[in-house]
């Protein structure tokens, strides 16, 4: 038997993705090298953005004629919907594409293996859409995507915070913390197999609780870190961190412990207390400044990127000066960067005072410019430093070269034998070609 994914939206999908394939694998199925020759072909969605979920109908439109032609053949696959979209339009994904088989929403994954059985025996089975697992989130086994030297491990699931323009909490459900065995054993379970690197993996990490306050976020770096350093996993990151939730005891532990890469991402969103009030988030601009100035004098090399969201309802043109500001103030290394789209379902779909396309577009731009302008200031000063990085693999663009990555989350490209995928090194950050470096002399010495 053999599968077929495509995966969209966040590394949380695409950590389940991983999980999924291993469940195919563990009962000796086989990747298909296309649709075509697949048995299941499963398309893991995305809904945080209309967009996405346009892009994801368009997906399963030309999955669901693929299955027609290939019909006519004497030939098909079984056409499974999942992810957060599957969640958000349940069974109305049936209905609307008769061709899916099953849609298999965020809180029905459980039903997986049935689904396989399903397509083993060629039977249809009946999938309640929801109830089976509703509020029982099950955390698969291992998220190791095959061939890979850095793994996702998820600490939790869901998100309590209802950002106003959000619709994660509606199609993720409330916050579940997983067991901290659990994630201890995973993380021993991917070093073994390989890997190098490890990033925890939470719609909101900081708000870690496992069993009423027993152990807490920090508690968890703690134990990630020591689990890491038995397992010679030499790197530790964390996404997504919320600057609400971010606890001066989670600066001291990743201070106190070079095991966590001095890289952050910290999503801001917006520089303005009026907008980031209308947003829901529970935070100010001053509160995210004090942050970033406690978590930089802890650590004065980490690097900071975040999220900025442009066009909010209501938001004027000092609001995006504030956000411009604080740009400056801060100087992300990078930014994620859109402009707001109403999400039906969400707080702020029927708010007022929309912004009109054209001026999102031109904030957005403005935005853009100076996020480029940091960018490339902060990579220029980095020319000449001396690095290690984890090499990653072979150069897209150049098959010469091998891929490689720093602590502070920067692309070095250098020419070395691929023998090398998967180990550490040091580089020296020779030259900067757009936002990627070059390591003149080349990667060979293995175990930095
Ligand atoms: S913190 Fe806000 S933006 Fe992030 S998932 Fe939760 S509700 Fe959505």
């Known amino acids: 038997m053999t599968y077929f994914f495509e995966t969209y939206g966040c590394q949380m999908n695409s950590a389940e993705s991983a999980a999924l394939a291993l469940a195919c694998r563990e009962r000796g199925w086989e990747l298909a090298p296309?649709?075509?020759?697949?048995?299941?072909?499963?398309?893991?969605?995305?809904?945080v953005r209309l967009t996405a979920e346009?892009?994801?109908?368009g997906r399963i439109a030309l999955y669901a004629s693929l299955k027609k032609k290939l019909r006519a053949q004497g030939n098909s696959f079984a056409l499974v919907i999942a992810g957060c979209m599957a969640q958000r339009m349940g069974e109305g994904l049936k209905k609307k594409f008769p061709a899916v088989d099953y849609v298999m929403g965020t809180s029905s994954r459980s039903m997986f293996p049935l689904i396989l059985e399903a397509v083993e025996k060629k039977i249809n089975i009946i999938m309640d859409f929801v109830t089976p697992t509703l509020g029982r989130f099950s955390f698969s086994s291992s998220h190791l995507e095959e061939g890979e030297f850095r793994s996702f491990v998820p600490i939790m699931h869901g998100c309590n915070n209802f950002c106003s323009y959000c619709i994660v909490p509606y199609v993720r459900g409330r916050e579940v913390s997983r067991d901290p065995k659990l994630?201890?054993?995973?993380?021993?379970?991917?070093?073994?197999?390989?890997?190098?690197?490890?990033?925890?993996?939470?719609?909101?990490?900081?708000?870690y609780n496992w069993n009423d306050g027993e152990l807490n976020f920090a508690g968890l770096l703690r134990l990630a870190a020591a689990e890491a350093e038995k397992s010679g996993v030499k790197r530790l990151r964390f996404l997504s961190a919320n600057p609400r939730d971010f606890s001066r005891e989670t600066i001291q532990v990743m201070a106190a412990n070079r095991v966590f890469c001095r890289h952050l991402h910290l999503c801001v969103q917006h520089g303005s207390n009026r907008v980031l009030q209308a947003m829901n988030r529970g935070y100010t601009r001053e509160h995210y400044l004090a942050l970033v100035k406690d978590i930089r004098s802890s650590m004065p090399e980490i690097s900071l990127s975040t999220d900025i969201l442009v066009g909010f309802p209501g938001e004027k043109e000092e609001d995006i000066e504030a956000t411009l500001a604080l740009m400056e103030e801060v100087k992300f290394l990078y930014s994620y960067m859109y402009?707001?789209?109403?999400?039906?379902?969400?707080?702020?779909?029927?708010?007022?005072?929309?912004?009109s396309e054209e001026t999102k577009r031109e904030r957005l731009s403005r935005v853009i410019a100076l996020q480029k302008k940091h960018t490339q200031a902060l990579l220029k000063k980095r020319v000449g430093a001396r690095e290690i990085v984890l090499v990653e693999g072979i150069s897209k663009k150049n098959a010469d070269e091998l891929v490689t990555r720093t602590e502070r989350d920067e692309m070095v490209v250098a020419p070395?034998?691929?023998?090398?995928?998967?180990?550490?090194?040091?580089?020296?950050?020779?030259?900067l070609r757009g936002n990627t470096f070059r390591a003149k002399e080349g990667i060979s010495c293995p175990n930095a």
Request: aromatic content about 6%.
């Open 339 to 355: 402009h707001y789209n109403p999400r039906e379902g969400t707080a702020a779909f029927d708010l007022p005072d929309r912004v």
């Open 34 to 47: 296309n649709a075509e020759s697949a048995d299941l072909v499963l398309i893991n969605t995305c809904s």
């Open 416 to 431: 070395g034998p691929v023998s090398m995928i998967g180990s550490y090194t040091w580089l020296t950050l020779s030259s």
């Open 183 to 207: 994630i201890a054993e995973e993380i021993r379970l991917v070093a073994e197999r390989g890997v190098r690197e490890i990033t925890l993996l939470g719609q909101n990490v900081n708000t």
């Open 54 to 57: 346009r892009r994801a109908l």
